[in-house]
């Protein structure tokens, strides 16, 4: 499974994901549907600005995690 979906969190909401605190982001991709991504998949798109942008996530057919990129800012 594929999915598209919008983050936009700024330093101050991530740094509790970055420093371990917090495991899970949860975000809603285009459908609707929620999604609970482990944070340390987000750790290389992390910047003192935040992250922001526009990602899309693999999954396989039993839901676990394959690939995360960032489509655009």
């Known amino acids: 499974m594929q ?3 919008y983050i936009n969190l700024s330093y101050q909401q991530m740094l ?3 420093q371990g605190s917090l495991q ?3 975000v809603r991709d285009r459908l ?9 998949h987000f750790r290389s798109y992390f910047s003192p600005s935040g992250i922001q ?4 996530i ?6 676990e995690f394959l ?3 960032r ?3």
């Open 67 to 69: 690939s995360l990129q």
């Open 24 to 26: 899970h982001v949860e």
């Open 58 to 63: 693999q999954l396989s057919e039993n839901g």
């Open 53 to 56: 942008g526009l990602f899309r």
């Open 32 to 40: 609707g549907r929620v999604l609970h991504i482990h944070a340390r």
């Open 16 to 18: 509790p994901y970055y």
């Open 3 to 5: 999915t598209e979906f």
């Open 71 to 73: 489509i655009s800012s």
